[in-house]
């Protein structure tokens, strides 16, 4: 691609982009600060547009307020910041006792909503609840939390997992009252629960009690609107103040609203399938895997299709966890020459069509699209199509309706490459890749072996996993973690990172201190407050 | 009239055997294994063989279709549906937390196409040919070819986001009804209008209608009385079923306007492979259409002297 | 079955502007000119698309699935007479590319449709009795079956793709055509071709062929016409559901999908596709309005 030509046409578009959408941008990270000069609305009430209901309530699980958004009704013993590092919540400090113990202390004069006070025995309670429903990414069991003293709590795995601490930051470990009534939501958060009308709003008023200081937000309504462009309507119509915004169309929405974009908390990625059944077994061949990485142009995914709501990645997850080690992972470039010459040499020789073949075989590939939705990639899969067709390799594109037709190709082999957006939502830097290449146990069944049947790539890797489980200091999880996926990218390029990407939303001009977390789940509202 | 109606049922009733049967066939057909679901949203990440192998035998899976249809069966005739895979409630409630929505949603819709259609319908065939005539006809043809989710978004963007006089989406007030209203009553007027105009130009048609005009009648009487009258039996076919299509869940205006009916519920079931719901919503509206289908019959005998009761009409 | 011709589900459809009309005793100079101008913009509209979706590969247009993504949600203008999509493609290639694609869906899947409802309906009407009853219950049945859910279900088994759209929209939407044809038939049957044919020996099967069908062809045609616009509306619902055609193929309801998120800042991605499935929809319309006109048996 002619790389002047490129820049003026990037221009031209960014110069009717930028005009059209005139002042609606602001810079990540500094959303207009409370300054004192600011007067604030009489009615601090907001209105939040939220993606549909996933919400259930029953004894086997309870998310209310907890997942897939977080309304802040409850809290966690610590919380996950949007830089990634572990901070206070329930718990002011902690130790790791050897072998395998997490000894918390509890923040004291913390109280529910219903004016009791919080000790540890509602702790060892919610990781009950917890046990009961198999024991979540932790790891735990009836006996893993024990109360040591009213503000003192030892939490144990059932098996060896020193990055419990890490794991502990999701909302899923958030504490209730114990013996409360999971339909009654009962925690220490910032808010209150108010109402949930099912399929339409979770409502939630402020804790004026709070540990963390009063809320100046009086009610937050999260409204449930399933079809994303119906929630950017509604933020143009000033239905809502808050809503998340499509990343292909960020900057083309405009209104009486700025677009805040979080730091990177999820990432895109190809995974290359290096033991589909027949039909599905070219990515075999280490020549494709490489080919397929020096093919694609991250920086156009990046600025153009996606419209600058994303970075370039060249690892899975958000950068800052692996902290420098993420610098020893070299990645991939466009590079066509250098993916043409790979596949000559690997003896793929270009066809009439254009399409390379190797002894009768097309270079045909299918390119899956249905993690965690085929929305969320949108257009990234048909640009790498065009991308792939460049140098010699055919793209058909499978998107699946649903995760459960996705998992299923996965769990038969039925697909080459797997396009995957992966979000980071706690602090253990192993976490995505254990889950998703460590080998398959082979005690296992073939679904829940599904990953790592088409992607492990064996014992090297599996050693440095076991190191990053393992491991007690954060440089040598860090290591871990890198040497890792260092192997899956740089070694092996079963994985292809594409992008960090961003979570954006379109904030209303009168919204102030709204700060985007990477991670939905840990979002915040305690500190919004509304202007005049 | 009781014969009549009994007979109907006698004839219904082993087509609604069949829905049953294929409710229940689709969970045979579709891919993925429902147990790793329930055991990943009830949360667990990576469940293990043994529980897989649990699971299935405490839902029942291992026993053979037959058995596992006749104790559905059994179950869904008293009410019981099972519970749901995906949000751990009773089928039966997830129902009639929706239905009643959706139901909402129809009859709006299809009372609003009827207020629109009837009154079209007649004058254009009144004034056939005339300015009006053609305008009834030409929006009946654009309203009926106009597809229904960029309708939505169109009245959104017109009277939501630049009018501002009606809101985008949700549910919780009167207001919230009439934008995803219009959106289905747009395409039911269409076709109602096209259907009254003509049902009523063949009874204008009609040596009755010239015998009532010859006789003195006034117009008007003539219309309402008479031809309209006679035009109702193709209406009333017609508006039921639109309404039993409207009823099955209006997927994607439900889905737009952000409206808590059953249509975008029982698509996520069954993108989630949530059996126990789709086998119960797609029976309980099966039996809908069935009873509707059965009031229009009924209909008849009140509409359409020609139904003579026991005698075989065609 | 009782008021057989009133349950018609597609007495809707059937019902123009003038199908029930021709009893009427005053055919008028001005109705035929207007049911003729009707069937010739109809025409007009179906045949320039279909010349258009024909003749793609000779026209002069940007390859449609050719990405240039830096160039994306360019203006119409010179280039690109209808601007580009986000991926920098020509949206009026697509557009004709896309003709292509969805006329030859939805033509096939009438195509089906009709054969199996059809043949369905005639062998119900034509033979009566037992298989007649059975024949019609499983239409019933499929009736009062949520037809997306159906569809839904299929393309589930099947993988997403425009095949197993078809192959949805097929299982279900024959039943109506069959109780249509089967009333057809049972009208047909007591009329005096048939008895004759019947009094000089013809077997069953080819009375049904010989004689019957091509009497009822003609509102066949009208029906097929009238489906098309049906079809192509399905089939853009469904896109809007993520099945359908898979990228990069152009196809309306796809684009009008992918359209979506930039219908405020960037229309020219949802008006197009919308107004092109608009406009083909009502030339089909137009179509079998006059086709039903000019073929109608009643009119002779």
Redesign the interface.
């Known amino acids: 691609m002619p790389r002047l030509n490129?820049v003026r046409?990037?221009a031209g578009?960014m110069v009717?982009?930028v005009i059209?959408s005139a002042c609606a941008q602001s810079s990540p990270g500094s959303p207009a600060s409370g300054s004192p000069k600011v007067e604030l609305a009489d009615v601090q009430e907001i209105t939040v547009a939220s993606a549909?209901d996933g919400y259930?309530?029953?004894?086997?699980?309870t998310t209310i307020g907890m997942y897939p958004l977080n309304a802040n009704v409850f809290d966690t013993l610590v919380t996950l910041s949007p830089d990634y590092q572990v901070m206070p919540g329930l718990a002011t400090k902690w130790e790791f006792r050897e072998p395998n113990t997490y000894r918390f202390t509890l923040r004291p004069g913390v109280k529910f909503h219903d004016g009791s006070a919080f000790t540890a025995k509602d702790v060892v309670w919610s990781i009950q609840r917890?046990a009961k429903?198999?024991g979540?990414?932790v790891g735990v069991d009836a006996k893993s939390a024990v109360a040591v003293d009213d503000l003192t709590v030892d939490i144990t795995p059932k098996r060896p997992n020193l990055r419990a601490l890490q794991q502990l930051v999701h909302p899923?470990w958030s504490i209730a009252k114990a013996e409360s009534d999971t339909a009654k939501p009962m925690g220490t958060g910032p808010f209150r629960f108010m109402e949930y009308?099912?399929?339409?709003?979770i409502v939630v008023a402020a804790n004026d009690d709070y540990w963390g200081g009063k809320p100046t937000l009086r009610k937050v309504t999260f409204?449930?609107?399933?079809?994303?462009?119906?929630r950017?309507?509604?933020l143009?119509?000033?239905?809502v103040r808050i809503s998340d915004i499509?990343k292909?169309?960020a900057k083309?929405?405009?209104g009486d609203f700025s677009v805040s974009r979080s730091k990177v908390g999820a990432y895109e990625a190809i995974y290359v399938n290096i033991r589909g059944k027949q039909g599905y077994d070219i990515g075999a061949d280490k020549a494709i895997r490489q080919a397929i990485a020096y093919a694609i142009d991250k920086k156009?995914?990046v600025?153009?299709?996606w419209q600058g709501n994303a970075e370039i990645s060249q690892t899975m997850i958000p950068a800052g966890i692996l902290g420098g080690e993420a610098s020893r992972i070299t990645g991939t470039n466009r590079d066509v020459p250098k993916a043409q010459k790979i596949l000559e040499d690997a003896g793929w020789k270009a066809g009439a069509d254009g399409i390379r073949e190797k002894n009768g075989r097309k270079l045909s590939l299918s390119m899956v699209v249905g993690f965690p939705n085929?929305?969320v990639h949108?257009?990234m899969?048909?640009?790498a199509?065009?991308?792939f067709k460049e140098v010699g390799i055919d793209i058909?594109?499978?998107?699946?309706?649903?995760?459960?037709?996705y998992?299923?190709?996965l769990a038969n082999g039925e697909g080459d490459l797997w396009v995957e957006a992966g979000s980071q939502n706690d602090a253990n830097p192993c976490f995505l890749p254990d889950?998703l290449f460590s080998s398959p146990d082979p005690?296992?069944?073939q679904?829940?072996n599904m990953y790592g049947n088409a992607f492990a790539i064996g014992a090297a890797f599996d050693a440095a996993i076991k190191r990053c489980r393992e491991a007690t200091a954060t440089p040598d999880v860090q290591k871990a973690a890198a040497d890792a996926m260092k192997l899956l990218i740089d070694d092996q390029f079963v994985v292809v990172p594409l992008a960090g990407t961003f979570r954006i939303a379109g904030i209303s001009n009168k919204v102030l201190d709204f700060v985007l977390h990477p991670a939905g789940v840990h979002q915040r509202w305690d500190g919004v407050k509304l202007s005049k | 009239m009781l014969r009549y109606i009994a007979r109907r049922i006698a004839y219904l009733a082993p087509v609604w055997l069949g829905i049953s049967i294929l409710a229940f066939a689709l969970s045979l057909l579709a891919p993925g294994d429902p147990v790793r679901q329930v055991l990943q949203q009830s949360g667990i990440d990576a469940p293990s063989s043994e529980q897989v192998i649990a699971m299935r035998r405490d839902l029942g899976l291992d026993d053979p279709a037959p058995v596992r249809y006749a104790r559905w069966l059994s179950g869904a005739v008293r009410g019981d549906f099972g519970n749901s895979y995906r949000t751990g409630e009773p089928v039966l409630r997830s129902l009639t937390d929706r239905f009643p929505r959706t139901a909402q949603l129809a009859l709006v819709a299809i009372v609003l196409g009827l207020l629109i259609a009837l009154p079209l319908g007649v004058v254009s065939a009144m004034w056939r040919n005339s300015l009006t005539d053609q305008v009834a006809r030409i929006g009946a043809l654009v309203g009926a070819s106009i597809p229904g989710f960029w309708l939505a978004y169109l009245l959104i963007i017109l009277f939501a986001v630049r009018l501002r006089v009606l809101p985008v989406a949700g549910a919780s007030e009167p207001r919230h009804l009439i934008l995803p209203a219009l959106t289905l009553a747009v395409g039911a007027a269409a076709g109602l209008t096209r259907l009254t105009r003509s049902a009523m130009l063949e009874e204008l048609s009609q040596e009755y209608v010239r015998t009532a005009r010859s006789k003195g009648l006034r117009e008007r009487a003539v219309i309402v009385g008479h031809a309209l009258r006679n035009a109702l039996v193709a209406i009333v076919t017609i508006t039921g079923i639109r309404l039993a299509a409207l009823l099955g869940g209006a997927v994607i205006v439900e889905t737009i306007f952000a409206w808590p009916g059953i249509g975008k519920y029982l698509v996520d079931s069954i993108f989630n492979r949530d059996y126990p719901t789709i086998q119960g919503f797609v029976l309980f509206t099966g039996t809908v259409v069935l009873l509707i289908n059965l009031a229009v019959d009924v209909s008849y005998v009140w509409l359409d002297p020609r139904v003579r009761l026991g005698g075989k009409s065609r | 079955m009782i008021a057989t011709k009133v349950r018609d589900p597609m007495a809707e459809i059937i019902a123009g502007a003038e199908v029930l009309a021709p009893r009427s005793r005053r055919p008028g100079a001005l109705q035929s000119l207007l049911g003729q101008r009707v069937g010739t913009v109809g025409l007009a509209i179906v045949g320039t698309i279909v010349l258009l979706a024909l003749a793609a590969p000779l026209l002069p247009l940007a390859d449609p699935t050719k990405v240039d993504a830096a160039r994306g949600l360019a203006p119409p203008g010179a280039g690109a007479l209808l601007g580009t999509d986000n991926l920098g493609r020509d949206i009026m290639s697509r557009l004709v590319w896309g003709a292509r694609l969805s006329l030859a869906t939805a033509g096939l899947a009438a195509l089906l449709i009709l054969t199996i409802g059809v043949g369905v309906g005639m062998i119900a009407g034509f033979y009566g009795g037992l298989l007649d009853d059975l024949l019609m219950r499983v239409v019933d049945v499929l009736l009062a079956f949520p037809a997306l859910i159906l569809a839904l279900a299929i393309a589930g088994v099947l993988g997403p793709s425009i095949t197993s759209v078809m192959i949805g929209i097929v299982t279900v939407a024959w039943a109506d055509y069959a109780r249509v044809m089967r009333g057809q038939v049972l009208a047909a049957r007591e009329r005096q071709y048939v008895e004759a044919a019947r009094a000089i020996g013809a077997r069953n099967g080819r009375i049904l062929v010989r004689h019957l069908l091509p009497n009822v062809l003609p509102p066949i045609l009208v029906l097929a016409s009238l489906e098309m616009g049906g079809l192509i509306l399905a089939l853009s619902g469904l896109s809007f559901l993520g099945l359908g055609a898979q990228p990069p193929t152009p196809e309306w309801g796809a684009m009008l999908n992918d359209g979506r998120s930039f219908i405020a800042a960037a229309p020219q991605l949802m008006v197009y596709p919308g107004l092109a499935i608009t406009l083909v929809v009502v030339g089909f319309n137009l179509l079998g309005d006059g086709l039903r006109d000019a073929f109608d048996p009643r009119l002779r």
């Open positions: 490129l046409s990037l578009v009717a982009l059209a549909a259930r309530n029953d004894d086997k699980r917890i429903q198999g979540g990414t899923t009308v099912k399929d339409q709003r409204r449930f609107i399933p079809d994303a462009n119906t950017v309507l509604a143009q119509a000033g239905e499509p292909e169309s083309t929405i405009t156009i995914v600025d153009s299709v085929a929305d949108k257009p899969p048909e640009f199509q065009s991308q058909k594109i499978v998107v699946t309706p649903d995760t459960a037709t998992e299923k190709r889950l005690a296992g069944d679904e829940s």
